[in-house]
Structure formats: C-alpha cells, structure tokens
C-alpha cells in the first residue's frame, strides 16, 4: 500500500518528530510509514486522516496485488 | 509505597541476600536441599540487586529529563513496536517448539534418567497446550 504522508508532512513543514508526538507513536514508525514498510492499524490510520484533515483513502492508496 | 522506594527496598532485600548467601555458605548442611539455600540466597540476591539498581538508574534518568518517561510510554505503547515484538515472540516459539523437541528426542535416545525425560515432555506439552488453549480463546473473542 502506498501512501501520501511524507509529501502532506512536507507541505505541511512538520518534522517527523512533531507528529510522531502528536500522533503518540515514535518516530522510527513515521519513517517506516513513509518508506512503505509498514502499513498502519486502521486506528492509526484513522488518527493521520484526521490529523491531516483528509480521508484515509486521500492518504493511503491500496494496491491490488 | 512509592515507586522510588520499593526498587530502594528490593535493592536492599538483594544486598542482604548475597551478605546471608556468603555468611551461610560454610555453616551449610553438606547433604540435603539446605545446603542449596546459601547459592539461592547469592543467585536470588544478585538479581534483586542489579534489577532494583537498573530501575533505579533508569529512574534517576527519568528524573532529569521528564521527557525521557514519555519517549518511554510512547515506545511501549507504540503499535510497531509491539507489532515487532510480537512476531519476534512468535517466531521464537515456532523455533523453541523444534528445539525442545529435538532436545527431548537426543534425552530419550541419550536413555537419561525416566524422570527429567517425564518433567520435560510434561513441560513441552504444557505449552503445546497452552498455544492451542490461547487460540481457542482468542478465536472466540475476535
């Protein structure tokens, strides 16, 4: 699954760590979203859709395999 | 009780362990489990003492940057690393079930005593058992 969150972080001028804290989550997780590493819980993802203003699906694009 | 305090009382309790441990070793029964009691005491002692010295350094670090606990409960809380953590419990277990088994077969075939080969196999089943306990469980629930 790809995702938006790096350039919505970076229009935004947030540095991984402020929404790391507000998010409640560590920074190595930003940049594992970010890498595509990880895909998030549906409560996480629900928490940057609201974080950023957008809907999940603005934000993460699923892939079908 | 604070926090402070009880990793301060199980430092102690450790300290005075390894102290009766050491004062004990020489006027221990020769036979029986009671000469086992003084190498408990040391054993038991060493590990109270560097756990409540850990906790209390870790404690002291807290104390100078507030922040530090936060991070703390941040990293713990964090769905990653418990996603992590969890998988590398699983894969552990998965390795762990070959292991002992291997280990229980070389024991029988070793024709050690009937015994150790009864208490491992029961301990091997035991948590075979409690896999699947907690599977049931967990399917019933989710």
Known sequence: MKNRL?????????????LAEALEVSRQTIGSLENGRYNPSIILAFKIAHYFGMRIEDIFIYEEE | MG???KNYAWTLIGI???I?????????????????????GVGAGCILFSWGVSKLREQRAEEK??????????AHRDERNRMITNQSKANAFDRMIVVFGVLLMALVLMKVDLVVIVL??????F????????????????
């Not at chain 2, 491992?120 to 089943?125: D, F, N, T």
Request: charged fraction near 35%; hydrophobic fraction near 40%; glycine fraction near 6%.
């Open chain 2, 3 to 5: 926090k402070k305090w």
């Open chain 2, 120 to 125: 491992l196999g029961a301990a091997y089943l």
């Open chain 2, 16 to 18: 005075a362990a390894i």
């Open chain 2, 20 to 40: 009766a441990g050491v004062c004990f070793f020489e006027d221990a029964p020769s036979e029986g489990w009671l000469n086992l009691l003084p190498s408990l």
């Open chain 1, 6 to 18: 790096e350039e919505l972080r970076k229009e935004r001028g947030i540095r991984q760590e402020e």
């Open chain 2, 65 to 74: 940057n507030p922040d530090l606990e936060k991070q703390r409960q941040i």
């Open chain 2, 127 to 142: 948590v075979v058992g409690s896999e699947f306990y907690d599977c049931k469980k967990l399917e019933k629930e989710m």
